[in-house]
């Protein structure tokens, strides 16, 4: 009964901007700190930016000052604003829930594929 979506993605030149949404059911914001994913070439799965359920949020030094992480609690949706993209932020963006536990070290594609509180990712392509 937990879904995530995110929409969203798509093609912008170096310097542009996206919004992405992550729209959820089976649960709410108050229950659960969120996160956006995104994957490093041939290493980790990286949380790059994320928002507690009291409101903090925090985010990578390579995306900080550029992504803006929200939460819209009566949609209810999470966003992520990104500005001043970079032909380096190409990659598919995953939103998820963050459980209590560490995740065990995987692929994003295969951490989407088996963990429920996970979307199926959307694709955003920056070009020079």
């Known amino acids: 009964q937990v879904q995530l979506a995110e929409s969203g993605g798509g093609s912008v030149r170096s310097g542009g901007s996206l919004r992405l949404s992550c729209t959820v059911s089976g649960f709410t914001f108050a229950d659960s700190d969120m996160a956006w994913y995104r994957q490093i070439p041939g290493s980790e799965c990286e949380m790059f930016s994320s928002i507690r359920t009291d409101g903090t949020t925090y985010d990578l030094d390579d995306v900080k000052g550029r992504f803006t992480v929200s939460q819209d609690d009566a949609q209810p949706k999470m966003y992520l604003h990104m500005n001043t993209l970079k032909p380096e932020d190409t990659d598919v963006y995953y939103c998820?829930?963050?459980?209590?536990?560490?995740?065990?070290?995987?692929?994003?594609?295969?951490?989407?594929?088996?963990?429920?509180?996970w979307g199926p990712g959307t694709l955003v392509t920056v070009s020079a």
């Open positions: 998820a829930a963050i459980p209590p536990q560490p995740l065990f070290a995987a692929a994003c594609a295969k951490l989407s594929n088996d963990l429920d509180a």
